[in-house]
C-alpha cells in the first residue's frame, strides 16, 4: 500500500500562522494579525465613552481640576481637553493619531477617532483605530451660578457727573462699545447722575478704571468692604468699589476761569465756551479765537463750573454779521483757533421781535452765520450768575450773549439721519423725560464735529434712503464713507450661520 502524503508549499519569506495556518509575513509572535487581535486588546483599560461638562451661559468647557476654558467646536484645544480626559490610560500607549469624527452641534455629542500602538507578545508592536465617545453634560460654572445667585460681584465702578446734561456720558458709551471694554462686566446700571460696572473681580475693575482716566478728565477714589474671613487659612473676602468723577463739564457750556488760570493760559479771557471734552477740555475765547486745553489735573487744582444751565439756551436771529480779520493780540497770547473765524455780530431774540432790542458780542461762528440765520446762545445780561469768579469780574468784561451753536430744524435732520448708534445692554431706573432730547443733541454733535465723530463707530441705518450729505439748509451730514456696515450673524435650526 502506498501512502501518498500531500505537501504544502510554502511562499519564500512567508510562514504558517500558529494558529489558523495562514501564510504571513515572519512577526516575533509567528501570528496573524487578526489571531493576534483576538487575543490581545491594546485599547483595554481605554474608556469608551466619557462625559465633559459645558457651560451653557458662557459657552465654556470645564478643564480639571477647577478651570473653565472657552473652545470652538474640532478646535485644536478642545482636542486637547478631550485627550485630558483619558490622559492616564493612554499614558499605557504610544499615542499615533487623534481626530474628531463630524457629529451634529446640538447632539450634545464629541467623537474623537484614537490610532494607538502598543508591544505585546515578544516584543511585536500593535496598532489599533477606535473611537471614543464623549457626552457634553450641561454645569453651570462658578461665576454663573453666582450671577444668577445675584451675589456676583467683587468689584463696582461708579462713574458720576455733576452736571445736568449727559452728552459726555454718550460719549464716553460709543468709546467703551469701540474698544470692548463692556466685556467683562456682569452688569450695567444707569441711574440718574452716573453709571455702575460691575465685575467679577478687581483686576477687572481696575483696568476700566485706567480706561476712564485716559478717555475723560477723571479722579477717583477706592474702597474696600471686608465681607468674610477664614482665620485658618488667612483668606479674606473683600467687596471693591471705586468711585470715579468726571469734571462737571460738558460741551457747549460757557464758564468762567478763575483770574489766575486765564492768566496761565495765554492772559485768554476768563469767560469761555467749552466746545469739546475727550481726555481734556477744550475752551475756545469767542472774543479772541484763543484756545486752551485743560486736563484734569489743572481743573481739580483750579476748579470752575458751567455758568448756564443748557435749558437755559435761546434763539436768537443773526441781524448783521461781519468778519474781524486784523485782531491785536496782548503779548503772551496763546494758540489761535484756525477751524473758527472770528465775527462781530448783532442779534435778536426771536421771542422779543415785536421789540427794538438788539444785543452786540463777538462769536467764534463767523464763518457759519449769515443775516437772517439762527443762532442758539446764552443771555449772560438778563441772567443771574451766581459764580465766585463772575463777582469778582468788571462789569464790561462780561459780555451781554455768548452765541453757541448754528440752529436747524430739528425735525428734518431726524428725518434725512440715516446712520445710529449701538448701546451698551443696561439697567434703567429713574430716567428723566428730556433724556431723548439729550440724546439728539448729542447726535447733532457728532454731525458738526468731526473731531469727536472719529472715534465713534457711526453704523448705516438701511432703512433711511441715502440723500446727499448736506440738506437744503445746509445742515452739517455724515458722509458715507464714515459709517460701518451693521452685521447681524443668527443661527438656523440646523447650527448653520446666516448673515
Request: hydrophobic share 35%; charged share 25%; with cysteine.
Amino acid at each position: 500500500m502506498e501512502y501518498m502524503t500531500e505537501s504544502v508549499t510554502c511562499t519564500p519569506g512567508h510562514i504558517l500562522c500558529c494558529d489558523c495556518g495562514v501564510p504571513i509575513s515572519p512577526n516575533p509572535a509567528n501570528i496573524c494579525v487578526a489571531c493576534l487581535r483576538s487575543k490581545v486588546d491594546i485599547s483595554q483599560g481605554i474608556p469608551k465613552q466619557v462625559s465633559i461638562s459645558f457651560c451653557k451661559q458662557c459657552q465654556r468647557y470645564f478643564q480639571p481640576p477647577g478651570t473653565w476654558i472657552q473652545c470652538a467646536l474640532e478646535s485644536r484645544e478642545l482636542l486637547a481637553l478631550c485627550l485630558k480626559k483619558i490622559k492616564a490610560p493612554l499614558s499605557k500607549v504610544r499615542l499615533v493619531d487623534a481626530s474628531f469624527v463630524w457629529t451634529e452641534p446640538h447632539s450634545k455629542r464629541l467623537k474623537v477617532k484614537l490610532t494607538i500602538q502598543k508591544e505585546v507578545m515578544n516584543g511585536a508592536i500593535l496598532q489599533q483605530v477606535f473611537v471614543v465617545d464623549y457626552v457634553v453634560q450641561p454645569q453651570m460654572c462658578g461665576d454663573c451660578h453666582r450671577v444668577e445667585a445675584k451675589d456676583f460681584w467683587k468689584a463696582v465702578v461708579q462713574v458720576r457727573q455733576k452736571t445736568l446734561h449727559k452728552k459726555t456720558f454718550y460719549y464716553l458709551e460709543q468709546l467703551i462699545l469701540k474698544y470692548g471694554m463692556h466685556q467683562n462686566t456682569l452688569r450695567i446700571k444707569e441711574i440718574h447722575d452716573g453709571l455702575d460696572f460691575y465685575y467679577s473681580s478687581k483686576q477687572h475693575a481696575q483696568k476700566m478704571v485706567e480706561f476712564l482716566q485716559c478717555t475723560v478728565p477723571t479722579r477717583y477714589k477706592a474702597s474696600q468692604r471686608l465681607i468674610s474671613q477664614d482665620i485658618h487659612s488667612n483668606t479674606y473676602n473683600y467687596k471693591s468699589t471705586f468711585s470715579v468723577e468726571i469734571v462737571p463739564i460738558c460741551k457747549d457750556n460757557v464758564v468762567c476761569l478763575s483770574s489766575k488760570l486765564a492768566q496761565s493760559l495765554g492772559n485768554m479771557n476768563q469767560i469761555c465756551v467749552c466746545i469739546r471734552v475727550t481726555s481734556v477740555i477744550h475752551l475756545i475765547d469767542p472774543n479772541t479765537l484763543q484756545v486752551a486745553d485743560i486736563d484734569g489735573n489743572t481743573f481739580w487744582s483750579h476748579p470752575f463750573n458751567s455758568l448756564c444751565h443748557p435749558r437755559q439756551l435761546e434763539e436768537f436771529i443773526v441781524m448783521d454779521c461781519s468778519i474781524v480779520r486784523d485782531l491785536k493780540r496782548s503779548a503772551g497770547a496763546g494758540m489761535i483757533s484756525k477751524k473758527h473765524t472770528l465775527g462781530e455780530v448783532w442779534v435778536q431774540k426771536t421771542s422779543e421781535m415785536n421789540t427794538d432790542k438788539q444785543y452786540f458780542c463777538r462769536t467764534h461762528l463767523g464763518h457759519l452765520l449769515n443775516p437772517g440765520d439762527l443762532v442758539l446762545g446764552f443771555d449772560l445780561a438778563n441772567c443771574n450768575l451766581n459764580d465766585e469768579h463772575v463777582n469778582k469780574m468788571k462789569s464790561d468784561r462780561i459780555p451781554d450773549v455768548v452765541l453757541i451753536k448754528k440752529s436747524y430744524d430739528r425735525t428734518k435732520r431726524q428725518r434725512r439721519r440715516n446712520w445710529k448708534l449701538k448701546e451698551l445692554a443696561k439697567e434703567r431706573e429713574n430716567m428723566d423725560a428730556d433724556n431723548e432730547r439729550q440724546y439728539q443733541d448729542f447726535l447733532e454733535d457728532l454731525e458738526e464735529d468731526e473731531a469727536i465723530r472719529k472715534n465713534v463707530n457711526i453704523y448705516r441705518d438701511s432703512t433711511i434712503p441715502v440723500e446727499s450729505d448736506t440738506d437744503d439748509e445746509g445742515a452739517p451730514r455724515i458722509s458715507l464713507a464714515e459709517m460701518l456696515e451693521d452685521l447681524h450673524i443668527s443661527q438656523d435650526a440646523t447650527g448653520e450661520e446666516e448673515c
